[in-house]
Structures are given as structure tokens and as C-alpha cells.
């Protein structure tokens, strides 16, 4: 049975197109480095990320969930998707998302997000070449989603998710949820946005903070070796606001789809994002992109990729990879994802 549009729906689009206008146009106060949980501003899908991380309106696999849930609404089958990347400075970062299919127009969703920094020698401006201690950063998220297709062309999400960052052996932990909507135009063209990591903040705590203190030093005789405790500030984690418009062209038996997306983060400044993907026959993919355009001190921007996709024995396996450059300093990353659909 075919659903219909509905006048809230067109009201909808226009909303979002003056959110898109907005966005570009604003200029937000930087608050560079002011947040913590830095690793959920990694985008996992090598796919998206060859094109310049325009995923505003992705919604081909669970991957797409995580730069919109709007995307569960959109999910044609089961999937599972594996996403690993030798971060910066050879951190670890891997992330992992399952969705389900509950019915024709519902879905749910399961993501881990993981990141690990590897052993680091501890220094101190007393030892400069180590104390012999080693420390590391680890950082974990885990979320669940569900998604519903409301019309035939007009899908929302949401998705809650427990945030934790720990560094050697103190951490802190809060819950943080994700939302957004995609549309699809009568004219083919597709809008999408969505806002992630819209939570409580929260402050470290653990046994590093412990302390022993002599609350009067120039008194004698009292107790000079109180247990104590140091308390650091909240830190709000890094809210990521994301409009973005694709469209696709048919050219025969091949396809090229064109996106742009608008980002305000609420840790830096606006910046727009570019990028295009090919395809033949929906097996063989060439992508390319360009992030952060407008973004003051960008460090590098161009992105591209690849991936190949087969079905066999009624599974689908994909295969996507992608190279992000991050400038001069701090070289390129690459990106490595596996799809099974069921």
C-alpha cells in the first residue's frame, strides 16, 4: 500500500532547507578543545567517508546511522557493518553497527564505537625519558537505535548511546542521545539532519585524583597527610548539527549521486562539506569529496575511495575503502569497512 505525503511533511522540507541556509551563514563562537569524547566526531563508514563524509542523507546500511538515524527508516534488509582505521599517531579505532529489520517500515539498531591509544610511557618534567609506568586512553560508546519509515518518502530516528572516556585510571561517563530525519523530494533530490552527542556533561573521577594533603603547611604538629580528592570540571561532549541535500543521476547503467553538507559543531566553527559517488550496475564505486570547506585552520580536506559490492546465495557483501588526507603535520588516514546484508 502506497503512503502519501502529508502538508506537515512539505512544511518539514522547507524547514530544513532554511536550517541549511542558516547554517552556512552563521558564525558561531569556536569553542575548539573545550569538549571531551573527541573520538565520536570519527565518521566510521569508509564509504561516506571517501566522499567527503557527506552523510547528511546516507542510508544505505547501519553504518549510516551514525551520521543519522533518520537512516534506519530507510533500511530495505538486515545488516552488519565493520568499520577499522589505524587512527592519528596509530590509535585504534574500530566500530561496529547491526541493524534489524522489525517489519516493513521499523528498524533497530545496535552500534559499538571503540578507541585505543596502545601503551604510552609516562613522563614528568622530573623524568623526562619515562618513570617507568605505562598509561593509555581508552574509549568506548555503545548505542541503540530505532528508526520507522513514516511515509513513503519521510523516515526519523533516534538513538541513545553511553559514552565513556577513560585515561589511564580515571574516567568519566555520560549518556548522550542522536536524532534526525531524512526526506526524499519529489524531484528525486534528498534532504536529510540530524544533531549526535546531545547529552549530560560529566567530570573525571578515579584514583589518579586521589590525593594526600596538608591543608595548613606552615602549621606543625597537625595532620599533614589528609586523603583528599581533586575534582575536575564538567566537560559537555562535542554536539555535531549536520543538514545536508544529495541527488542522484542515472547514467545508463551507471549512477553518480552529488551531496553537500552544512556542519555546526558546537566545539569549532562552520564549515561545509562536498562529495560524489559513481557506480556501475551497483557493483563497482568511485568516490571522491572534499570536507570541511570554510573551516578556519582546516588541516587538509580531500577524501577518496572506493568499493565493490556482490551478492552471493542471497547475502550482500560489500567492501569499502577510503584515504582522508589531514595535512602536512598529520599526514593521512585510511579506512577499511565490511558489509553482509541479510
Not at 538486515?78 to 579505532?93: K, M, Q
Amino acid at each position: 500500500m502506497t503512503r502519501t505525503l502529508t502538508p506537515p511533511t512539505w512544511r518539514f522540507s522547507l524547514v530544513l532547507l532554511a536550517a541549511l541556509a542558516a547554517s552556512v551563514a552563521a558564525s558561531a563562537q569556536t569553542k575548539t578543545g573545550t569538549t571531551f569524547g573527541q573520538f565520536l566526531l570519527i565518521e566510521p563508514s569508509a564509504s561516506v567517508a571517501a566522499q567527503g563524509n557527506v552523510g547528511a542523507t546516507a542510508r544505505t546500511d547501519a553504518l549510516s546511522t551514525y551520521y543519522n538515524p533518520g537512516a534506519l527508516g530507510f533500511q530495505t534488509a538486515s545488516n552488519v557493518g565493520f568499520s577499522h582505521s589505524t587512527w592519528l599517531a596509530d590509535i585504534d579505532f574500530n566500530h561496529a553497527a547491526v541493524a534489524l529489520k522489525m517489519g516493513s517500515a521499523s528498524t533497530l539498531s545496535l552500534a559499538v564505537t571503540s578507541l585505543a591509544s596502545g601503551d604510552i610511557e609516562v613522563r614528568t618534567p622530573d623524568q623526562p625519558l619515562g618513570t617507568g609506568e605505562l598509561y593509555s586512553v581508552q574509549d568506548l560508546a555503545i548505542g541503540l537505535g530505532y528508526g520507522r519509515q513514516f511515509t513513503d518518502r519521510f523516515g526519523a530516528g533516534v538513538n541513545v548511546k553511553y559514552v565513556r572516556e577513560t585515561i589511564w585510571r580515571s574516567s568519566a561517563q555520560t549518556i548522550a542521545l542522536d536524532a534526525g530525519v531524512i526526506y526524499e523530494l519529489p524531484f528525486r533530490a534528498t534532504l536529510g539532519a540530524s544533531i549526535t552527542n546531545f547529552g549530560v556533561p560529566a567530570s573525571f573521577d578515579g584514583t589518579d585524583l586521589r590525593i594526600r594533603f596538608d591543608q595548613d603547611p606552615d602549621t606543625f604538629g597537625d595532620n599533614d597527610n589528609l586523603p583528599a580528592a581533586l575534582e575536575t570540571e564538567e566537560f559537555a561532549l562535542p554536539v555535531f548539527f549536520r543538514v545536508g541535500m544529495s541527488y542522484p543521476v542515472q547514467l545508463g547503467d551507471s549512477r553518480l549521486v552529488l551531496a553537500a553538507d552544512a556542519y555546526q559543531p558546537s566545539d569549532n566553527s562552520n564549515s561545509v562539506s562536498v562529495g560524489g559517488e559513481w557506480s556501475y550496475a551497483d557493483l563497482v564505486f568511485a568516490r571522491a569529496g572534499y570536507q570541511d570547506l570554510f573551516l578556519e585552520d582546516a588541516e587538509g580536506g580531500l577524501r577518496v575511495g572506493g568499493g565493490l559490492k556482490y551478492r552471493v546465495s542471497g547475502f550482500d557483501f560489500a567492501f569499502d575503502y577510503a584515504w582522508a588526507d589531514h595535512g602536512s603535520r598529520l599526514g593521512a588516514t585510511q579506512r577499511f569497512t565490511l558489509g553482509l546484508g541479510f
